[in-house]
């Protein structure tokens, strides 16, 4: 994998690349203005508050590559899905899609890029029009990008859809309230697949669904990823879930990517501290009466992120120069990238 | 980290919680023929059919299966929570041998926090936004316990220290919304424990957490109820919490236990198909495999629970007596299941097809085999 990964703030190097990834993601920022409003600022002398949800996130994503950002909440991650396709511009950074900067783009360009990305959203239950038929559901998309002309063959494209995602044609004529969690988020997958997107981001996909209805839904994501050479951005708290799906992991702890390393080198090898806690922490099955080694401490208050490393409060392996300096991501043994004194000075 | 005990002798209930394992104990808690029916218009939907286990002095009972399968209604139950119209129809619930099923309300209550602590899944819900903790803790200490209000607030913050919150003697005059999450579970748990009671029921305690909380919050439950001899209903949908958790599990399924038994022979031996297609399919970190097992379709609703087994219509084993006849437990070695394939009269080729479960079940343990056995479905019959 040749995977493009700039450490956060420097120049871009995807320059020199050859064969360009799917999505290049530079730099990317999003602060939130979370002050009190202006007048009780005036009156108060109450503070402004920038909240720094996402701070300097770089990472790419090659064709038909699953990416998987984990972190706990709070930690930016749907904040990164949501900038990726466009729902949030970015404070500072760029999102490129296929060598096109997203922000830049508007009019028919914009939205000939836009068909090509799609995200499916956590909860099948809210992300569905409950007063519209399925059939409009997953035919929306078409009309909007007018990739078919008559009713005739957007039905019969629907109908395909349907089949592809493992329903049926005539539950075109139902409405979602008439599905199961499961059988809702295939209407969502079939409604991202409508416009022939090839870049789905996905926000916790299946962490409102049941685990035998979880394992359904991953199964036909990674058969669709195989068919159709689609490209994931994969989302999830759920380490577990993680390992099934991803090609490459990014771990992000309050607002910024910790480590981001091949699935395999991560999970063997976790280097940065956070990781290897988030490693320890997650009950697995199949590890019954394993000792465990619970971390102390709790994600601190994104308003008032510590300083130096934002993880040191919590971190055993803290020093002096983790509570002064930010480190930033650079190379670990196993070929993934760290941003940790401790591993960068081999102290860990 | 010990909570002072409220009981006499609280030395006699742990040495009581070692010797759960052994048979001749009595159970702290036996549901037997446990029936809950909720009335509606369209008839009367049974939603716990028949559902008896038994909780040893000191154990953990891992409660799992997926939603509606009806395992929160059981721990609401047994603490006599169930929301009307739900309503108790038949079988009968003992703790420590006395019945609680038909005891009235007002005992009930008094029961409720002495006998049996409860910890629900969100913590913000359970504590009342208006009072301070310490109120909340002191009030529920003297409602149970013939303390003074001195000593009930000592209490209080001793049961704030032992389960890990920092400067219990300042927190404990603060209000629920300045505890985080994880500390507010930790504040429940302490209510749980307040009374001292005998058996806690703990439905979903970690969901609403973050992973690495939810790795402190169960340490804390493990270690304070091992401490204390208290036993735990751990009712959850996570697998992974109750492998780590649990001395045995309860799979629920539609209403029934599918499976009962020890921990690890659940989850390394399991019997029942429906077992099998949960344990296979939830991913894991330490295997790797290109698809998870598949149970398709899903849960069947109240109102249209297939006759027989219930899991009949999803199961891939499934045969011509599943359909007609509805499988009691069956004792299967250590563990019992709910299911025909483990009734050697029933058919001739059931010892064989029993076989073919446990290779299955083996397929599950080894991470990288073919996928022609990963998908239920596509399972030579």
Redesign the interface.
């Known amino acids: 994998m040749s995977a493009v990964v700039t450490p956060a703030g420097s120049p871009s190097v995807l320059e020199a690349v050859g064969n360009r990834p799917l999505v290049e993601v530079d730099g990317i920022a999003k602060i939130f203005d979370v002050s009190a409003p202006w007048l009780n600022r005036v009156l108060e002398r109450k503070p402004r508050l920038l909240l720094h949800a996402v701070d300097g996130v770089s990472f790419a994503i090659e064709r038909g590559e699953t990416l998987a950002l984990v972190g ?2 709070g930690c930016g991650k749907s904040t990164v899905a949501r900038m990726l396709v466009g729902l949030y511009r970015p404070t500072r950074g760029r999102v490129s899609i296929d060598g096109h900067d997203l922000a830049e783009l508007s009019g028919p360009a914009g939205q000939a890029l836009r068909r090509r990305i799609q995200m499916i959203f956590q909860d099948p239950y809210a992300s569905l029009n409950p007063r519209w038929k399925v059939a409009d559901i997953i035919a929306e998309p078409i009309r909007v990008h007018r990739l078919l002309a008559g009713e005739a063959a957007i039905r019969e494209r629907v109908g395909e859809l349907l089949r592809h995602v493992g329903l049926a044609p005539v539950d075109a004529a139902r409405f979602p309230h008439q599905f ?1 969690g ?2 809702r988020q295939r209407i969502s997958i079939a409604r991202a697949l409508a416009s022939q997107a090839e870049f789905l981001v996905c926000d916790e996909p299946t962490s409102a669904l ?7 839904v ?2 036909l994501m ?1 058969e669709l990823q195989k068919q159709d050479r689609l490209t994931y951005l994969f989302i999830s ?5 993680v ?2 799906v991803a090609d490459r992991v990014g771990v992000m702890y309050l607002g910024r990517i910790v480590e981001l390393a091949p699935k395999r080198t991560l ?1 063997a090898t976790p280097q940065h501290p956070y990781t290897r ?14 000792p ?1 080694t ?3 401490g ?2 601190p208050n994104p308003l008032n992120p510590p300083s130096g490393c934002t993880f040191h409060p919590r971190c055993p392996h803290a020093n002096e120069r983790c509570r002064i300096e930010q480190p930033v991501l650079k190379h670990a043994p196993g070929g993934g990238r760290t941003a940790c004194h401790a591993v960068e000075e081999g102290r860990i | 980290m010990s909570i002072p005990a409220a009981r006499p002798s609280p030395s006699d209930r742990s040495a009581a919680g070692n010797a759960a394992a052994n048979e001749a104990s009595p159970p702290l808690l036996s549901v037997e023929g446990l029936r809950v029916e909720f009335p509606t218009r369209h008839g009367t939907l049974l939603a716990l059919d028949d559902v008896s286990f038994t909780i040893g002095p000191g154990e953990v009972l891992g409660v799992v299966g ?2 509606g399968a009806g395992k929160s209604l059981t721990g609401a139950a047994i603490i006599g929570l169930l929301e009307p119209p739900g309503r108790i129809a038949g079988g009968e619930i003992r703790l420590s041998g006395r019945r609680l099923d038909d005891l009235p309300a007002s005992a009930m209550r008094k029961l409720r926090g002495r006998e049996i602590g409860a910890i629900f899944q969100d913590p913000l819900t359970s504590l009342n936004p208006l009072y301070t903790v310490g109120r909340q803790l002191v009030e529920t200490i003297r409602e149970h316990l013939p303390l003074s209000g001195a000593q009930a607030r000592e209490r209080a913050i001793e049961l704030l220290n032992a389960t890990g919150i920092p400067a219990a003697e300042t927190r404990i005059d603060h209000y629920p919304h300045q505890f ?1 999450g ?2 507010r579970q930790r504040v429940v748990i302490a209510l749980a424990l307040a009374a001292d009671p005998k058996l806690v029921v703990a439905d979903e305690p970690t969901t609403a957490l ?7 919050i ?2 804390l439950l493990k270690t304070l109820c091992r401490e204390q001899g208290t036993a735990v209903m751990l009712i959850t ?9 649990a001395d045995r599990v309860a799979v629920m399924y539609a209403g029934r236990i599918a499976e009962i038994g020890p ?2 022979e659940l ?1 390394h031996r399991p019997k029942h198909p429906y077992t099998i ?20 379709g ?2 069947p609703r109240l109102n249209a629970i297939p006759s027989g087994c219930a899991f009949n219509p999803r199961c891939p084993q499934v045969m011509p007596v599943c359909r007609e006849r509805r499988p009691e437990l069956i004792d299967t070695g250590s563990s019992r299941a709910a299911c025909w394939l483990h009734d050697a009269s029933v058919a001739g080729t059931a010892a064989a097809r029993a076989a073919s479960v446990e290779d299955d079940a083996a397929v599950l343990r080894e991470p990288a085999k073919p996928a022609e056995h990963a998908t239920a479905s596509g399972r030579p019959q």
């Open positions: 706990e909440s199961s499961g059988q049941d685990v035998s209805v979880q394992a359904q991953l199964n990674r708290h759920n380490l577990a879930v390992h099934h999970f806690m988030l490693l320890d922490a997650i009950p697995d099955v199949r590890m019954t009466g394993r465990r619970p971390v102390a709790e994600v | 997926e939603s985080s994880g500390m973050d992973v690495s909380i939810q790795a402190q169960i340490t949908h996570d697998m992974g919490v109750i492998a780590e958790t921990v690890a989850i297609g949960l344990m296979g399919s939830i991913p894991s970190v330490v295997d790797e495999r290109e698809r998870l097992t598949q149970i398709d899903a849960m």
